[in-house]
């Protein structure tokens, strides 16, 4: 098991890397809600999301060590392909394969052979992980589990530690959950802070595996990856070592798609970003839990990933949710 | 005449106030062009564009004379309007009309009513301007013009001058020419630096009077508001005050509006951000100007507003231009 210092050693490692990236806040958004929402805007992170973090805590580990390999594999939705390829590159790794569901956005798929890597297509995203898997076993090989693994975790869980450093008493934070990385890592972020917030978690309503692992206490994994504009949230299942720590947050809410598509098109106007429709699902969760509160709290939402291919912007820009201000309906007047 | 001293009173009269914008990059375009690329942010700066530089610095001007007005007016394609909105009710003016042509996106007349401003549309662009201006000669009015006004100017050449210091022997600098604020305060900024880039102005093709007017050395003014994606250069034309600086500049190029929607789409991608069609044709122009060099440059390209509708983002995402990186076809191998 990790303990939350594991946070701080990673942040230590990879700090000189990564961009320390900001928090934002939209005046309209508080004024609306009555609490103050505070972003993680890991959408500016090097490669458009957090996952560079993992990638590189584990990559600088193993060249602390002098076991740097000569080639990586792994198998991603696009984000964690794109880390380990800009990460590989960085460290002058020269070979690296990246397997990936042939619908995989190809936006994400373009990128990452920009950054030098090679990209096999797969059936289905569970072959991807089979050959990843397989591929990670020849002579000279890494492979780099997008989140079934310790410094993966430790690394995504930075993200948090820098905003909980930057806002002071946050009450709760909500983060996507795909593979489980960033939850977990948030997770054990929190408890290095003396005021701890609440961890709550956002999935797809039709991905919503780890909603229904978190409710039966084991794992409920899908057989054929779920349908869902949120590309980063189409695993099959959380592993073991995410399940450690997301079975003790403090829940997770699934996310309809037309909410997920109504807090792409709000969050970017609102903030004037791009923002994938993963990352806008916590802000659904967050928006939710804000109506049932009835004292003023401060919320953290991890804006996760801002890489948003042109066949998602169709979608999400097809009608216009921007003349349909946010409502709040507030269970009660705030004390 | 204002004097590049009017910039550094200007900033510091309303740095508190203000936002200082980050200056961004992007790698992948810097690789393909073998060129430095740096970004002022201004879709970041407070309502999601530059304006509001202009309007502090003329109502704290005000302020500072106890002279400040208990109503303002102006018209506005919309980002001056939601400055205005935002500045006048941070001061605590209580009345604020804008006028605004009947075409103007939905999203920025909604958001300047958000702040607190009555708008009033109008048939054309040419009745909004005559009705601000006749209203601003009501009793205890002020009429604050979105480009035709010295402290405006002089507000909008702060943020070139917060990018000239953060980024050192900057070669050129590239912004989008509507009315000219932005521009002529850019030519200004620039001659606070020892190593004074070149001022190059970007508008549409279809609206190209700043362009007619610097060829003829004569202002050329558009009876209609011009049609282009390019919502906040439908200007009818430049001001004696304007074309003052702007005939002095190194150049304005045209752009067509397949290009402004490429860029547009491309900056959005690159920089993880939401990026105003008018925002796009300085990165245009900038690419343009940079294949025609044969040394290393280093160029400023001002994103000056982010505030995109959802109309606009429906004509930029309905085919897809990112599965078309640019080409840079480069004059001579670069020394």
Redesign the interface.
């Known amino acids: 098991m990790l303990m939350p210092d594991d946070i701080l050693t990673a942040k230590h490692r990879i700090d000189k890397y990564i961009v320390n990236t900001?928090v934002l806040r939209s005046d309209?958004l508080n004024e609306i809600t009555g609490h103050n929402i505070f972003f993680k805007m890991e959408?500016?992170q090097i490669t458009?999301a957090f996952k560079v973090r993992g990638v590189l805590n584990y990559l600088c580990f193993l060249k602390e060590r002098n076991m740097l390999p000569s080639r990586v594999v792994t198998y991603s939705s696009g984000n964690h392909a794109q880390a380990i390829a800009w990460a590989s590159r960085m460290l002058d790794i020269r070979k690296v394969r990246v397997y990936m569901a042939k619908d995989t956005s190809?936006?994400k798929q373009?990128s990452t052979r920009?950054l030098g890597a090679e990209v096999t297509l797969t059936g289905t995203r569970a072959a991807a992980e089979e050959r990843a898997y397989l591929d990670g076993l020849s002579s000279g090989t890494v492979f780099i589990h997008p989140s079934d693994n310790d410094l993966v975790i430790a690394g995504a869980g930075t993200l948090t530690y820098e905003a909980l450093k930057t806002v002071d008493n946050v009450d709760a934070v909500f983060a996507a959950c795909g593979g489980g990385a960033l939850v977990s890592g948030c997770y054990l972020a929190s408890k290095l802070f003396e005021h701890k917030p609440d961890i709550l978690a956002a999935e797809p309503k039709t991905a919503n595996d780890a909603s229904i692992s978190y409710k039966k206490g084991k794992i409920f994994r899908f057989s054929k990856s779920p349908t869902t504009i949120a590309d980063g949230a189409r695993t099959l299942g959380l592993s073991a070592r995410t399940f450690n720590y997301i079975k003790k947050i403090n829940g997770i809410f699934e996310i309809e798609e037309k909410d997920i598509i109504y807090w792409t098109?709000w969050l970017?106007?609102l903030?004037?970003?791009?923002c994938e429709p993963t990352s806008a699902m916590p802000m659904a969760a967050g928006f939710n839990w804000l109506e049932k509160q009835v004292t003023k709290k401060n919320i953290l939402v991890i804006i996760s990933g801002?890489?948003?291919?042109?066949?998602t912007?169709?979608v999400?820009?097809?009608?216009?949710?921007?003349?349909r201000?946010p409502t709040f309906k507030a269970l009660s007047v705030l004390t």
Do not use: Y
């Open positions: 900001p309209l959408s500016f458009g190809n936006l373009q920009e098109a970017s106007h903030l004037n970003i791009s801002g890489n948003v291919d042109q066949k912007n169709k999400i820009w097809n009608s216009d949710h921007l003349n201000p």
